[in-house]
Structure formats: structure tokens, C-alpha cells
């Protein structure tokens, strides 16, 4: 029977954010941002196992608390998410028909709900798919003087999130074949290896946390929920 694995790649180091430590471990509501992404995997009752993927050389990892059962940790992350994700197939040793869902350690408002409808959309899917939110606002190209080139027809496009599912065996496969440099997230690796990921609409709260700035909507979304 196959397996629901999350894997979790966290060997960045957070370069955009400027903070003095990776961001997955600045302080959110008095825990490592990291530890709300993992304990929402960890809530999923179909995921027997979430795996966090770190750098071999990471110095803050063992400095927090994390107590959450399902969770392991592996020391094998690489210089790309790519290869973080490559890595840690390989280290988790899961089966090819498992499925296994790739989320960044930043989105740390992910629902419950939202992974649960995406195992329930994918479940029978033949290739996988990803969460993601078809585009909202009007679309601008720009030119290499900031202006206005074009405005792009947003009737299609979708903004790519996380959790991504795909079986271990068909994204090892499509990691392996693909040029490291040219994949941007495990969807990207899959289209190249000439399959059609499927969408499954998301939800606005999961963005991916990039900027300072972004830690007070974070903060407000993680309050709300709790109250």
C-alpha cells in the first residue's frame, strides 16, 4: 500500500531575507518559523512521516525543540532546492508508488485542509499535481527600463504553491533526467520529463514567507487561527 511522506527541503540560507539566521528558524509566535510548517504536515492524519532536509554544515537545528512525532531529519541538503530534494529521496528511502508531497519550510500558513484536498484530488492521479491559485490581478511585462511592455492575458496562468505530489519513483526519475539549473520546483522537473502535473486550487494564506515584511501577515494569519 502506498505511503504519504512529506519532505520538507530547508538547506537555504535565506539570502533575500538579510536576517542573522536562515529564515526557517527566525521566531514566529515564540517557535522557529519552520516548526508551523512542519507541525501542519505532522496534523495530516494520511502522512505517516515528515522529513525535513538540512544542510550537513546547519548550526541551528539542534538549538530548538520540535516535538513532533512524526518528524526525522536529514542531513544530506545540497546547494539547490533541486538537489535537496534529490538528496533526500534517495536518504528517505521511500517506495516508488509512495507519494510524497515537497513543501517549502517557508509557507508556514498551510492549511490542514488545503493538503487534505490535494491527497483527496491526487489520490488516483496518474501523474500528481500541486497546490496553486489562478492569477487574480492584471499581468504586466516589463522592459529593461521598468516600463510597460505588454499586458499579459491572465486567463490560464496559475501561481505554483506547496505541498507538490508526485510518486517518489516519477519525480527521482524526472530530478535525475532534469538540468539542475532549469528546475524551479518538482512540477517544472515533472513537465520536462513530459508529463502534466495537475492544479488544485490552493489557498491565498500559504504564501511563501521571502521578505521581513512578511512575518507580521504571517504572525496575524497563525493569530487568527488560533483564536
Known amino acids: 500500500m502506498s505511503r504519504y511522506l512529506a519532505l520538507v527541503p ?9 536576517g542573522p539566521s536562515p529564515k526557517q528558524y527566525l521566531q514566529l509566535n515564540n517557535r522557529p518559523l519552520m516548526w508551523h510548517t512542519l ?52 536518504a528517505m528511502e521511500a517506495g ?55 499586458t499579459v492575458p491572465r486567463q490560464g496562468l496559475w501561481l505554483a504553491q506547496t505541498p507538490q505530489m508526485f510518486r517518489a519513483g516519477l519525480l527521482a526519475e524526472a530530478l535525475a533526467a532534469a538540468t539542475v539549473a532549469d528546475i524551479t520546483d518538482e512540477a517544472s522537473a515533472v513537465e520536462q520529463y513530459g508529463h502534466k502535473p495537475r492544479l488544485v486550487e490552493g489557498d491565498a494564506q500559504n504564501f511563501k514567507v521571502t521578505y521581513p515584511r512578511d512575518l507580521a501577515l504571517a504572525r496575524a494569519i497563525l493569530a487568527a487561527r488560533k483564536e
Open 96 to 150: 516508488e508508488q509512495d507519494w510524497v508531497l515537497v513543501h517549502d519550510a517557508a509557507r508556514c500558513c498551510l492549511s490542514v485542509a488545503a493538503v487534505e484536498r490535494l491527497i483527496a484530488t491526487l489520490a488516483d492521479d496518474a501523474v500528481g499535481g500541486l497546490l496553486a491559485l489562478p492569477v487574480p490581478d492584471t499581468v504586466k511585462r516589463a522592459d529593461g527600463e521598468g516600463r510597460i511592455s505588454a
Open 39 to 90: 507541525q501542519v504536515l505532522s496534523q495530516v492524519a494520511a502522512i505517516s512521516r515528515v522529513v525535513v532536509v538540512i544542510s550537513p554544515g546547519d548550526e541551528w537545528f539542534d538549538d530548538f525543540e520540535w516535538d513532533l512525532p512524526k518528524l526525522s531529519v536529514l542531513r544530506v541538503g545540497g546547494a539547490s532546492r533541486a538537489e535537496s530534494v534529490r538528496n533526500g529521496l534517495q
Open 10 to 18: 530547508a538547506a537555504g540560507s535565506g539570502s533575500r531575507f538579510g
